[in-house]
């Protein structure tokens, strides 16, 4: 076979690492030393209880209960312990995925989730497969559950991170500030004025766009409330994703309201409805965070899961890029604020822009296919003196 085998593997928690997975495959798709690229969720290869445990449950706990969530991200932030108790619980039920990764024999490997990155690395280091594994992180901070301890190159989202991995021992000719991939539609020029007259708005009055994500998961229903309320003029775009029951009771609000409100399910054109907004309402996941943060738009941020949607938080909040509230009580004073200081929203954007890596899922691909190292090993040895300097600090 002349050219590349490239396997691409998430798995399907949330909606952040699949997108990312999908622009990535998209992106390898276009280059000419790629002859196939497999784009594979790793859940599918496991058994039932171990997908329900990654997939189902955080989708119940990030609904009934998200502060156990932050907790729990927070104890298991233990760098070279934690990542090693995980994988032991793993590996009994990722037997499936490890005789898919044998046969499929990629070239490479490029993940976008901890978990199927953990299997790969595992097979490499007990020299079980002979391949190359790129792993993307998808979040603003780099988690001890992505640690791996043998790889090729590592993308994050931030300096930031790469200094931290550096810290832990990680070698940084092996990091990459890409940023997270994101669907190339982000680094395509969008004409405001037709997205405007295609949803009946004025191009002159603020554009407040409510991002309830891909599940339909956040409070859409009492931010609309809230906004209703609101004496400001300006026009509201609610995407209510996939929840149906959600999007039918915000229609009806819409339909109550003088404002102008225009109520979207899925779509996949969201990039032209960020980049036509004026701020985006959400909550900060990794990849809502990217497109947002490429198109140029403020956030206000929204009911933030502990953990990595609050890390991602701090983020934005600490380069000028995002307001947060923290009740939704406040929105109505808050988001009256920033409306009312065209100004502010200005220099927020111009911050948001120069955060944002519309390119980056064409830019791991470069990486990935001009690397020509060896695999990295961190043996027993090397570990136990890594796992001694991070309990010492």
């Known amino acids: 076979m002349n050219g590349k085998r490239i396997l691409i593997m998430s798995a399907s928690v949330g909606s952040g690492h699949t997108r990312s997975a999908h622009a990535l495959t998209e ?24 997908k329900q445990i990654y997939s189902d449950l955080y989708k119940t706990l990030s609904s009934v209960a998200p502060n156990f969530l932050g907790w729990w991200y927070e104890t298991t932030n233990e760098p070279w312990r934690s990542d090693q108790v995980r994988m032991l619980l793993d590996l009994p039920s990722t037997l499936p995925l490890m005789s898919y990764l044998k046969k499929t024999k990629p070239d490479a490997i490029v993940c976008t989730h901890f978990m199927p990155a953990g299997v790969v690395s595992y097979l490499i280091g007990n020299q079980s497969l002979d391949t190359r594994l790129y792993t993307v992180v998808t979040d603003f901070h780099f988690h001890a559950e992505w640690l791996l301890r043998a790889f090729n190159q590592y993308f994050v989202a931030q300096e930031e991170d790469r200094q931290h991995m550096i810290g832990l021992g990680l070698p940084g000719d092996r990091i990459a500030v890409t940023g997270i991939p994101i669907d190339a539609q982000f680094s395509e020029t969008v004409d405001r004025q037709k997205v405007c007259d295609q949803f009946g708005l004025n191009p002159g009055v603020p554009i407040v766009l409510v991002s309830a994500g891909t599940l339909g998961l956040s409070p859409a229903t009492s931010v609309l409330k809230r906004l209703l309320d609101m004496p400001e003029e300006f026009q509201t775009i609610v995407i209510c994703g996939k929840n149906e029951e959600m999007q039918a009771e915000v229609e009806g609000l819409a339909a109550a309201s003088p404002k102008k409100i225009v109520v979207i399910g899925y779509t996949a054109k969201i990039s032209a409805l960020m980049k036509t907004a004026t701020v985006l309402l959400s909550k900060p996941g990794g990849l809502i965070t990217s497109e947002a943060l490429a198109c140029g738009l403020p956030m206000v941020i929204l009911d933030p899961i502990g953990g990595q949607e609050e890390r991602n938080a701090d983020v934005l909040l600490e380069k000028g890029a995002a307001i947060k509230c923290t009740e939704v009580t406040l929105l109505p004073y808050k988001l009256g604020q920033l409306l009312n200081d065209p100004a502010r929203i200005a220099i927020m954007s111009e911050n948001a822009r120069s955060l944002g890596f519309p390119h980056a899922a064409q830019d791991i691909v470069d990486h990935v296919m001009s690397d020509d190292k060896a695999s990295y090993i961190i043996d027993s040895k090397r570990e136990k003196v890594l796992r001694k300097r991070a309990n010492e600090g």
């Open 27 to 50: 992106a390898f798709r276009t280059h000419p030393g790629v002859a196939e690229v497999i784009n594979d969720d790793a859940l599918e290869h496991t058994n039932v209880l171990h």
